[in-house]
């Protein structure tokens, strides 16, 4: 059973840092692309960044980039999400995803190319 377990979320101050992890069960996070995206109150969920699985080549929404980084560690089997600079903004509730194992995706900001998706971590950025 495919399984996406998410966490790191929290409160933090505006210029703090989290490091959101996406710990993956019943496949191998190599084999799929995993997407962090984040839902926002009264928003639409949106994509943030993303690591493809047939180059690895890592992918970032304009609003973070520069900011956050993507990351995977294939011993712990684990996506990570490093998020520097935090702002108001980046308030929301984040959620990594993935693909079906060795699937090559082109819609890769659109919900419906995940069928397997983590329960989200909230992140708070306040003064």
């Known amino acids: 059973e495919v399984q996406l377990q998410a966490s790191g979320g929290g409160s933090v101050q505006p210029g703090g840092s989290l490091r959101l992890s996406c710990a993956a069960s019943g496949f191998t996070v190599h084999d799929s692309t995993i997407g962090w995206f984040r839902q926002a109150p009264g928003k639409e969920r949106e994509g943030v960044s993303f690591?493809?699985?047939?180059?690895?080549?890592?992918i970032y929404a304009d609003s973070v980039k520069g900011r956050f980084t993507i990351s995977r560690d294939n011993a712990k089997n684990t996506v990570y999400l490093q998020m520097n600079s935090l702002q108001p903004e980046d308030t929301a509730v984040y959620f990594c995803?993935?693909?079906?194992?060795?699937?090559?995706?082109?819609?890769?900001?659109?919900?419906?190319?995940?069928?397997?998706w983590g329960q989200g971590t909230l992140v708070t950025v306040s003064s």
């Open positions: 995803a993935a693909t079906e194992r060795k699937k090559i995706i082109s819609a890769l900001w659109d919900l419906i190319s995940y069928p397997y």
């Open positions: 690591l493809r699985n047939r180059d690895s080549r890592a």
